[in-house]
């Protein structure tokens, strides 16, 4: 089973995923540049549960002890802070009941959906150079119907 999110908050976006007993995730500031060496606090209702870092890549995993909702919070030293939650019903089972091994990551095709996921994640928050043409483009085009509006009224007037 695979569960993923995103979490953003202004500068820096968490995206988290289960993969099988697994929760993994990776600590991006907005242009995709990993956020390195950062503390990643895991929570439940009970409290505390762990205390991560992430990796040269902006990578961490945690593998859950019981379960329950977890809350993920990232906290930069600027003060950004970004948060995402892990349902409990999005985690697959803490191994099977006669003891084996737990469930293998989920692919498909032999190729890892966490990965692509991500990928298609980081591309739908890219800020493009059409991005900022367009918002230029709307508000020329506010102000000329607004300029419009003016000099029409001062016709009448």
Not at 26 to 34: E, H, I, L, Q
Request: net charge negative; with cysteine.
């Amino acid at each position: 089973m695979l569960v993923c999110g995103l979490a953003s908050a202004h500068t820096i976006q968490l995206f988290v995923y289960v993969d099988g007993p697994v929760v993994k995730g990776v600590a991006t500031y907005f242009g995709g540049a990993p956020v390195v060496d950062n503390a990643i606090v895991v929570s439940t209702a009970k409290g505390e549960a762990a205390r991560l870092q992430t990796d040269s890549e902006g990578r961490f995993t945690y593998t859950p002890t019981e379960q329950q909702d977890y809350v993920f919070t990232l906290e930069t030293v600027d003060g950004h802070r970004v948060e995402y939650e892990i349902k409990a019903a999005w985690l697959a089972t803490l191994g099977t009941p006669d003891g084996g091994a737990p469930a293998a990551p989920a692919q498909a095709g032999g190729v890892d959906l966490s990965r692509l996921e991500e990928r298609i994640d980081r591309l739908e928050h890219t800020l493009r150079l059409r991005d900022v043409l367009g918002g230029v483009g709307y508000i020329v085009g506010v102000m000329g119907l607004l300029f419009w509006w003016k000099a029409r009224q001062q016709m009448k007037g």
